[in-house]
């Protein structure tokens, strides 16, 4: 293979090591940076979910040495139920905001998006650096919920008012931890829009010349369409959780309805609607769960077609589905409140639209095992996650079908059920998402090879471990187990499915323990892997045209013209199995 | 196989094709689209204000409309002027009258702050008559509504100081000598027109928040 750069000048800026590393307004950079804030928050997320497994497995067992460290949250050695809450709200916060939509959109998107469609850079850099900053600050404050007294709030991850509203009076963790929270996530909010705003305009305004919308490969129409989503959700976000923040400080009553009596004391506060909270909290929350598994999906589409050396199935299907997923999901946040008392005609709507995501669900499904139907498929490390991915969507998703109905939901709500419907689809297949990208773009970002073999075995237990942690846990909803509940062997009716709580948490402890084969082939290939060539999978897509890792300037002086689409591949009359969307025209023989 | 790596890898053409866009030839449009998208975000705050304002407004019996501070009028006045000239800032950009451009620039930033000014003194009418932001809810949706307004317009105001130095740039040095340094006139001129863009929808911001707040109720 030629070496692209001795035929291209690159401009080499060089700066010193704050502006090269740190404050950097190289997309690629940036896109690291969030990767490596993702999986800073991932590797915390993953130890708070240690102590709820714990407690939820061995509810009277005492931890001597905890209690050295948590004082407050180990009295007497044993966990106590607040602190419990603590850890639950925090994973989930930290797990959807800083993971599922970072890594995703924010890491893989600043790193690809721009080389996909041959352009230099982002549409504008400085905001680039600025929004990974802003997200930066945000992570730092929500840490620092877990440090400050009275420890992290015990809301959950959606903060339902009036509980996250009433401050400290209701519960440890509420006071200045729940503050916290609500401005952690706000600055969030800045941080993502900014970030949306410039994927929007770089799409549009960057594209090499010929890379027309439908010559975008599907990962680009995937961070497009999350983008899109996170413009127009995390506003919502931002306004509910202003208004909450003056509820806390301000003294205002958005939220907080009148003649509440917290612990015995009765709060002056008159007229608000916690609904409202609810209202708000969804219509940006259902939109953020396709923004968590949106850019998974277009990661999934294109990792199948590259190692099933076929074209997507049904391109343009692929696109409308993406784009239909994102619509419908602005129409359907009221699914997560069947139980508030709407009347039954608005259930009804909610329910309609939910199940209507089925259709380019199904659609996308169909696609993918039509695009592996016939293939000779190489059987890579990046595509066992990608069909991992495309297994734990149908697993998560079909129960979603389940729960749009409100008479189902209505008994399921609540319950663990909801917990593993949710963790696998939006959690673990998201994750699957992640890792494939990963694997996948590895080579490209540090120049060498993941080992295939220790890859293949962080598969295999992750599979595994994931399905045994949360098939259960549908079983246990089934048969009433509420989430939420630090201890569930005080109800006589479920203490037969103790011996199951323990199996989940033993079989979560090794799927934990397995990710850090995961973090060893990660940081270990990245200086010792194997060298990695311009395009060691034999993929079509203009990052495969440069070299590994990228210059600074990716193109350098000369840019891509692009003559094909993203998946040709396996064109009969062609020399090589594969044609780079920058070859020249007419050289498919059709 | 190397031919397929590099031959499709061709040198841009010199200049105007619109195909080749880089880095530093950015879409002139892309300024302006950007703070269209910007607009868009904002709009959605607001939407979402406004739909808690409806709900809250039907619930409770706590709800008590504020008086209108007089200022207000006032304000509203001196921002509709405003844009007007921003408007005639553009138009002296396009006739390459940089030092008119620079003065109506200057006008504009002096208006807003004018507008943000007589705010204050709305908020400080207002707290002088015992209405403050948690007196009922329809003083606290005022509060946030105008503190969300006027911190918004602040960004302007930075942008439009930033567009006002990038002029006096312009002024202090002719055209031919615009290094890398120094913007070019016509990146001071996109800057000009993105601005514009947000600061009209500042503007009719403000008179929907007015509407919304007294003609609603």
Redesign the interface.
């Given at each position: 293979?030629?070496s692209?750069s001795s035929?291209?000048v690159h401009t080499e800026i060089r700066h010193g090591f704050i502006r090269t590393y740190i404050f950097s307004t190289d997309h690629k950079v940036i896109g690291i940076q969030y990767l490596m804030l993702a999986l800073f928050s991932v590797l915390l997320g993953m130890g708070l979910s240690v102590f709820m497994r714990l407690r939820l497995a061995w509810p009277a067992a005492k931890w001597p040495t905890l209690e050295q460290i948590f004082s407050v949250g180990f009295s007497g050695g044993q966990m106590t139920p607040e602190f419990y809450l603590a850890m639950m709200t925090m994973h989930g916060t930290i797990m959807v905001f800083f993971v599922l939509t970072t890594a995703p959109l924010s890491g893989f998107g600043n790193y690809f998006l721009p080389i996909q469609i041959g352009?230099?850079?982002m549409?504008?850099?400085v905001?680039n650096m600025l929004s990974f900053w802003v997200t930066f600050v945000a992570l730092a404050v929500m840490v620092s919920a877990l440090l400050v007294t009275g420890g992290a709030p015990i809301s959950g991850w959606t903060a339902y008012a009036p509980l996250s509203a009433l401050g400290q009076v209701a519960g440890p963790g509420l006071g200045t931890g729940q503050t916290l929270w609500v401005i952690s996530i706000a600055i969030f909010c800045a941080g993502s829009?900014l970030t949306?705003?410039?994927f929007?305009?770089t799409t549009?305004?960057?594209?090499?010349?010929?890379m027309s919308l439908m010559r975008m490969p599907l990962t680009v129409w995937a961070w497009f369409t999350t983008a899109i989503l996170a413009?127009?959700a995390?506003?919502?976000l931002?306004?509910?959780g202003?208004?909450l923040l003056?509820d806390r400080v301000?003294?205002?009553?958005?939220f907080i309805p009148?003649g509440l009596v917290v612990s015995d004391k009765l709060i002056p506060h008159?007229?608000?609607?916690p609904l409202?909270w609810q209202?708000?909290f969804w219509?940006f929350g259902h939109p953020e769960v396709y923004i968590a598994i949106l850019p998974g999906m277009g990661v999934t589409s294109h990792i199948l077609s590259t190692f099933a050396r076929k074209p997507i199935f049904a391109y343009k299907a692929m696109v409308s589905a993406i784009f239909a997923i994102g619509f419908i999901s602005y129409i359907v946040w009221g699914h997560h409140m069947f139980m508030s008392g709407m009347s039954p005609f608005s259930s009804m709507v909610f329910s309609v639209t939910t199940m209507a995501v089925g259709v380019p669900s199904a659609i996308k499904t169909f696609n993918w095992l039509a695009t592996l139907r016939g293939a000779q498929i190489r059987f890579t490390t990046p595509m066992l996650f990608a069909l991992g991915f495309v297994s734990l969507f149908v697993t998560g998703g079909i129960t979603g079908l389940l729960l749009a109905q409100p008479a189902i939901d209505i008994y399921l709500h609540d319950t663990s059920f909801v917990v593993a419907h949710f963790h696998l689809i939006m959690g673990v297949a998201a994750i699957f998402g992640i890792f494939g990208g990963t694997y996948y773009w590895f080579p490209k970002m540090f120049g060498r090879m993941m080992s295939e073999r220790l890859g293949r075995i962080h598969f295999w237990f992750t599979l595994a471990g994931v399905y045994a942690i949360f098939m259960p846990m549908h079983f246990m909803g089934i048969s009433g187990a509420p989430r939420r509940y630090a201890q569930l062997t005080e109800f006589t009716y479920l203490q037969h499915l103790q011996p199951v709580q323990i199996f989940i948490s033993i079989c979560a402890f090794i799927t934990i323990a397995a990710q850090f084969i995961f973090l060893y082939n990660f940081f270990v290939s990245m200086w010792k892997g194997e060298r990695a060539g311009?395009?060691p999978w034999e993929a079509t897509s203009l990052e495969w045209?440069i070299p590994s890792p990228p210059p600074h300037d990716n193109?350098g002086?000369?840019?891509?013209?692009?003559?094909h689409g993203p998946y040709e591949y396996s064109v009969p009359g062609e020399p090589?199995d594969f044609?780079?969307?920058?070859?020249?025209a007419g050289s498919v023989a059709s | 196989m190397a031919t397929t790596v590099t031959s499709g890898i061709t040198r841009p053409p010199d200049q105007g094709d619109g195909g080749q866009r880089r880095l530093s030839q950015r879409d002139p449009q892309t300024h302006t689209m950007g703070v269209a998208f910007a607009v868009v975000a904002i709009g959605m705050l607001f939407i979402a204000l406004t739909s808690s304002y409806v709900v809250r407004q039907g619930l409770g019996v706590d709800w008590q409309r504020l008086p209108m501070p007089r200022i207000l009028l006032v304000n509203s006045a001196v921002l509709l002027i405003s844009s007007i000239t921003m408007e005639l800032a553009r138009l002296a950009r396009r006739r390459g009258n940089w030092q008119r451009s620079n003065t109506w620039v200057f006008v504009t930033l002096m208006l807003g702050l004018a507008f943000l000014s007589g705010q204050l003194l709305a908020w400080q009418s207002l707290a002088s008559q015992g209405f403050f932001l948690s007196t009922n809810p329809h003083s606290s949706f005022f509060y946030v509504l105008t503190g969300l307004h006027g911190i918004h317009l602040a960004g302007g105001l930075l942008a439009l100081t930033y567009v006002a130095a990038g002029s006096l740039q312009q002024l202090r040095a002719p055209a031919a000598a615009a290094g890398p340094a120094r913007p070019s006139p016509d990146r001071c001129s996109r800057w000009l027109d993105g601005t514009a863009v947000y600061w009209h929808f500042m503007d009719a911001l403000w008179i929907y928040l007015l509407a919304l707040l007294f003609v609603w109720g």
């Amino acid at each position: 293979m030629a070496s692209h750069s001795s035929q291209t000048v690159h401009t080499e800026i060089r700066h010193g090591f704050i502006r090269t590393y740190i404050f950097s307004t190289d997309h690629k950079v940036i896109g690291i940076q969030y990767l490596m804030l993702a999986l800073f928050s991932v590797l915390l997320g993953m130890g708070l979910s240690v102590f709820m497994r714990l407690r939820l497995a061995w509810p009277a067992a005492k931890w001597p040495t905890l209690e050295q460290i948590f004082s407050v949250g180990f009295s007497g050695g044993q966990m106590t139920p607040e602190f419990y809450l603590a850890m639950m709200t925090m994973h989930g916060t930290i797990m959807v905001f800083f993971v599922l939509t970072t890594a995703p959109l924010s890491g893989f998107g600043n790193y690809f998006l721009p080389i996909q469609i041959g352009a230099r850079d982002m549409a504008f850099p400085v905001l680039n650096m600025l929004s990974f900053w802003v997200t930066f600050v945000a992570l730092a404050v929500m840490v620092s919920a877990l440090l400050v007294t009275g420890g992290a709030p015990i809301s959950g991850w959606t903060a339902y008012a009036p509980l996250s509203a009433l401050g400290q009076v209701a519960g440890p963790g509420l006071g200045t931890g729940q503050t916290l929270w609500v401005i952690s996530i706000a600055i969030f909010c800045a941080g993502s829009l900014l970030t949306a705003l410039n994927f929007l305009c770089t799409t549009i305004n960057l594209r090499a010349r010929g890379m027309s919308l439908m010559r975008m490969p599907l990962t680009v129409w995937a961070w497009f369409t999350t983008a899109i989503l996170a413009l127009l959700a995390f506003p919502v976000l931002l306004a509910g959780g202003i208004l909450l923040l003056l509820d806390r400080v301000g003294g205002s009553s958005f939220f907080i309805p009148g003649g509440l009596v917290v612990s015995d004391k009765l709060i002056p506060h008159e007229g608000g609607s916690p609904l409202l909270w609810q209202h708000l909290f969804w219509f940006f929350g259902h939109p953020e769960v396709y923004i968590a598994i949106l850019p998974g999906m277009g990661v999934t589409s294109h990792i199948l077609s590259t190692f099933a050396r076929k074209p997507i199935f049904a391109y343009k299907a692929m696109v409308s589905a993406i784009f239909a997923i994102g619509f419908i999901s602005y129409i359907v946040w009221g699914h997560h409140m069947f139980m508030s008392g709407m009347s039954p005609f608005s259930s009804m709507v909610f329910s309609v639209t939910t199940m209507a995501v089925g259709v380019p669900s199904a659609i996308k499904t169909f696609n993918w095992l039509a695009t592996l139907r016939g293939a000779q498929i190489r059987f890579t490390t990046p595509m066992l996650f990608a069909l991992g991915f495309v297994s734990l969507f149908v697993t998560g998703g079909i129960t979603g079908l389940l729960l749009a109905q409100p008479a189902i939901d209505i008994y399921l709500h609540d319950t663990s059920f909801v917990v593993a419907h949710f963790h696998l689809i939006m959690g673990v297949a998201a994750i699957f998402g992640i890792f494939g990208g990963t694997y996948y773009w590895f080579p490209k970002m540090f120049g060498r090879m993941m080992s295939e073999r220790l890859g293949r075995i962080h598969f295999w237990f992750t599979l595994a471990g994931v399905y045994a942690i949360f098939m259960p846990m549908h079983f246990m909803g089934i048969s009433g187990a509420p989430r939420r509940y630090a201890q569930l062997t005080e109800f006589t009716y479920l203490q037969h499915l103790q011996p199951v709580q323990i199996f989940i948490s033993i079989c979560a402890f090794i799927t934990i323990a397995a990710q850090f084969i995961f973090l060893y082939n990660f940081f270990v290939s990245m200086w010792k892997g194997e060298r990695a060539g311009v395009n060691p999978w034999e993929a079509t897509s203009l990052e495969w045209t440069i070299p590994s890792p990228p210059p600074h300037d990716n193109f350098g002086e000369l840019v891509p013209v692009v003559n094909h689409g993203p998946y040709e591949y396996s064109v009969p009359g062609e020399p090589t199995d594969f044609v780079m969307q920058n070859a020249p025209a007419g050289s498919v023989a059709s | 196989m190397a031919t397929t790596v590099t031959s499709g890898i061709t040198r841009p053409p010199d200049q105007g094709d619109g195909g080749q866009r880089r880095l530093s030839q950015r879409d002139p449009q892309t300024h302006t689209m950007g703070v269209a998208f910007a607009v868009v975000a904002i709009g959605m705050l607001f939407i979402a204000l406004t739909s808690s304002y409806v709900v809250r407004q039907g619930l409770g019996v706590d709800w008590q409309r504020l008086p209108m501070p007089r200022i207000l009028l006032v304000n509203s006045a001196v921002l509709l002027i405003s844009s007007i000239t921003m408007e005639l800032a553009r138009l002296a950009r396009r006739r390459g009258n940089w030092q008119r451009s620079n003065t109506w620039v200057f006008v504009t930033l002096m208006l807003g702050l004018a507008f943000l000014s007589g705010q204050l003194l709305a908020w400080q009418s207002l707290a002088s008559q015992g209405f403050f932001l948690s007196t009922n809810p329809h003083s606290s949706f005022f509060y946030v509504l105008t503190g969300l307004h006027g911190i918004h317009l602040a960004g302007g105001l930075l942008a439009l100081t930033y567009v006002a130095a990038g002029s006096l740039q312009q002024l202090r040095a002719p055209a031919a000598a615009a290094g890398p340094a120094r913007p070019s006139p016509d990146r001071c001129s996109r800057w000009l027109d993105g601005t514009a863009v947000y600061w009209h929808f500042m503007d009719a911001l403000w008179i929907y928040l007015l509407a919304l707040l007294f003609v609603w109720g």
